[in-house]
């Protein structure tokens, strides 16, 4: 079990032979890991349907890659939230037998399992795994806003502009850490920010 | 039994106190001169009369303004107050259960006349009559848990069972210590308890959580749990801890007796009839330090408890800052007589 008790465990990616449609949202050198799940096979890539955005890795062009397995529906988007924009699409008129995937930053990980949780599939269902950087979606526990791929401790709010200790707690649902004022004691002091999460 | 219901605030000017009668009655939470976490959970049974626990659902002096205050938290942040597509259910049977309870044992302010499932709610206090048709939910102002739960004192949640797991997925939550639940929605119990500090290593959430997964039906539970709070604030939440974080700043020698509160929550847990549902109460005490010590068992013991408390504890219930200044106050009414066993005043 994680260290913090509400931070998914992400066990990595492995096909489930028996879907009828493999739905893969991968980010950034999450590419890698669905070449490795999926390079034992070969019949799966003409059930599937991919999504992926270079995210952190654009230099490395895993996209060809991709590409170049032949997978039944590619879909190369420029940014998170644009993929994450085609797959609320996708989930809208997903089938049974389709089963979700989820590679990259952790970012990206929550953001598909709580797409996932709002049409109704079970979060346990959905296979994950971890790749690139450590970063986190923080979401301020006062503004409600959110802040993407957050590395230092304490983080300026996007949005409100408080200064955010970051919490080791995680929301499945908000697919983010909780960032609460670091200073609401010491006004007139905000400690250094130190890269916590790289 | 009626009760003499305050006007008052816990919030700007901060008018809160307790009559002797409230002191008196005051859900003490040690019932020995130290404090650690132990799966303290007993049956919710009756206890004394005029005690916190005479009745299932607790109404006191402080109702009235109490609801006022969740009102204008509510006006302020409607997300305190969610419920997940599934709780419907549980919904309806909260509001029966505390109808029921409140009418059965306050019958001086509230009635509840039954006809099948034709409902008629009288709330004296608050000045409501409410005639509604019992399941559904487009003869009711508000959905059927924020419509009671605006009626009654404490937080509540309503937690769903599956997968031999407790989630957290309803509530209304306006005086927290703390905690967010518009974060912490849809979590399980291992998950919604990560921030809490000791208690996971020593296996308390695991037995507790085994424990709550058989709660049987007419048979709920109950614990006392407890912080500190540096006025009598009721809406403690993460929301709103950038505006009354400052407020653990203002503690002096001299206004300590009045600012610094202890905050028992008397948290109490019944299974619902329809839904298989688990109703997680916590219901908020405050009592100033000059209050506190007009119990002189209590004004011992609690200096006792706080001068021996584990920093890791400290911490994470907030009280670091001002715990010195509050255990030097205390000391003044602490003797070194012994103390004896049991919550409760001599």
């Given amino acids: ?198 | 039994m009626t009760i003499q219901f305050k006007t008052e605030t816990f919030r700007d000017d901060f008018t809160f106190s307790n009559s002797p009668e409230a002191i008196h009655r005051f859900p003490f939470p040690f019932d020995k001169d130290e404090y650690m976490y132990a799966v303290n959970i007993e049956q919710h049974m009756p206890g004394p009369v005029k005690s916190a626990f005479e009745f299932p659902i607790d109404i006191d002096e402080h109702y009235v303004s109490e609801m006022k205050d969740r009102a204008l938290v509510l006006k302020q942040d409607p997300l305190r107050c969610q419920s997940l597509p599934h709780m419907i259910t549980a919904e309806w049977d909260l509001l029966e259960l505390l109808m029921e309870s409140m009418a059965k044992n306050y019958p001086e302010h509230f009635t509840l006349t039954r006809d099948g499932d034709s409902w008629h709610w009288v709330n004296g206090p608050l000045g409501i009559d409410q005639k509604f048709t019992f399941g559904d939910t487009s003869t009711l102002p508000y959905p059927p848990m924020e419509y009671i739960t605006r009626q009654c004192q404490g937080d509540f949640n309503l937690i769903d069972q599956r997968n031999d797991n407790l989630w957290m997925d309803a509530g209304i939550v306006t005086t927290q210590a703390d905690w967010s639940l518009d974060f912490d929605i849809g979590m399980n119990f291992m998950e919604w308890h990560a921030p809490v500090p000791l208690a996971h290593d020593i296996g308390v959430f695991d037995r507790a959580l085994k424990f709550l997964l058989n709660l049987q039906q007419g048979r709920p539970v109950r614990r006392l749990n407890w912080t500190m709070t540096i006025n009598p604030r009721l809406d403690t939440s993460p929301e709103n801890y950038h505006k009354w974080g400052v407020d653990r700043t203002t503690v002096t020698p001299e206004n300590v007796g009045n600012k610094v509160h202890l905050r028992v929550e008397l948290q109490a847990l019944w299974r619902l009839p329809r839904s298989n549902a688990i109703v997680f109460s916590i219901r908020a005490y405050l009592i100033k330090m000059e209050e506190l010590v007009t119990i002189p068992k209590w004004g011992r013991r609690f200096h006792r408890v706080l001068r021996d408390l584990k920093p890791e504890l400290a911490d994470y219930k907030g009280l670091t800052r001002y715990r010195q200044m509050t255990v030097d106050y205390l000391s003044k009414f602490d003797d070194g007589a012994p103390t004896s066993p049991g919550f409760f005043p001599d």
Avoid at chain 1, 25 to 53: H, I, K, N, Q
Avoid at chain 1, 175 to 196: K, M, R, Y
């Fill in chain 1, 1 to 198: 079990m994680s260290a913090i008790k509400s931070r998914p465990i992400y066990p990595g990616l492995k096909v489930d032979e028996r879907a009828k449609r493999h739905l893969v949202a991968a980010e950034g050198e999450g590419a890698l890991a669905v070449l490795e799940a999926f390079a034992d096979a070969p019949d799966a890539w003409s059930r599937m349907t991919l999504l992926y955005t270079p995210g952190g890795s654009a230099p490395a062009n895993h996209s060809e890659t991709l590409q170049g397995r032949a997978p039944d529906a590619f879909h190369l988007h420029p940014t998170r939230q644009t993929l994450m924009t085609r797959l609320n699409a996708l989930l809208d008129t997903a089938t049974m037998g389709t089963r979700l995937y989820a590679a990259g930053v952790e970012g990206h990980i929550g953001e598909v399992v709580a797409a996932g949780l709002a049409h109704g599939v079970d979060h346990l269902s959905i296979r994950t795994e971890h790749r690139g950087s450590l970063a986190r979606r923080v979401q301020c526990v006062h503004c409600k806003g959110f802040i993407d791929d957050v590395t230092i401790s304490p983080v300026p709010c996007a949005h409100c502009g408080v200064p955010l200790f970051v919490r080791d707690h995680y929301s499945r649902r908000l697919a983010a850490f909780q960032g609460v004022s670091i200073n609401a004691e010491t006004p007139d002091e905000v400690p250094a920010s130190e890269e916590l999460y790289k």
